[in-house]
């Protein structure tokens, strides 16, 4: 079960990841939503706060440097859950996310599921008045 409140859409940029150790550690960000990105080639404890520097050159020359926690690890890479954004941050999140397709995981998942939709706008129309 899919338990993301945000939208998540690929997102292939390098980053830097500062820990609160003070140490510095160079991946690659996968997807991205305005709740998170998971990074690979990074590995950080669960619990670690950490800043990612993200450099997005996609729709502009953007860096911002988003505070989060790693909220889940496996091989291969981490999950981090942004904290509080900025304006300016959340403001670009939301650009990058619109002009981007799903990532494969939602989309395959989305097609996996079926859900018909039946409306009877006759009912609609009497439960307004």
């Given amino acids: 079960m899919e338990k993301r409140k945000f939208e998540r859409v690929p997102f292939n940029q390098p980053v830097v ?7 510095s550690h160079l991946a690659d960000a996968c997807d991205l939503s305005i709740g998170g990105m998971f990074v690979a080639g990074a590995e950080l ?3 670690r706060r950490v800043i990612v520097h993200v450099h997005d050159d ?7 440097a ?6 889940w690890t496996r091989a291969g890479g981490v999950g981090i859950q942004f904290g509080m954004l900025g304006a300016r941050e959340t ?3 939301t650009e990058i996310v619109a002009r ?11 097609a996996e599921i079926e859900i018909p939709l039946e409306l009877d706008l006759d009912d609609v129309a009497e439960s307004t008045r």
Avoid: K, Q
């Avoid at 996609?58 to 911002?64: E, H, N, R, V």
């Avoid at 988003?66 to 909220?71: D, E």
């Fill in 17 to 23: 990841i500062e820990d609160e150790a003070g140490e």
């Fill in 66 to 71: 988003l505070g989060g926690i790693v909220r």
């Fill in 100 to 110: 981007a397709t799903p990532s494969r995981t939602r989309a395959r998942a989305a």
């Fill in 58 to 64: 996609t729709g502009g020359d953007w860096t911002m």
């Fill in 91 to 93: 403001h670009r999140i």
């Fill in 45 to 47: 404890p669960f619990g």
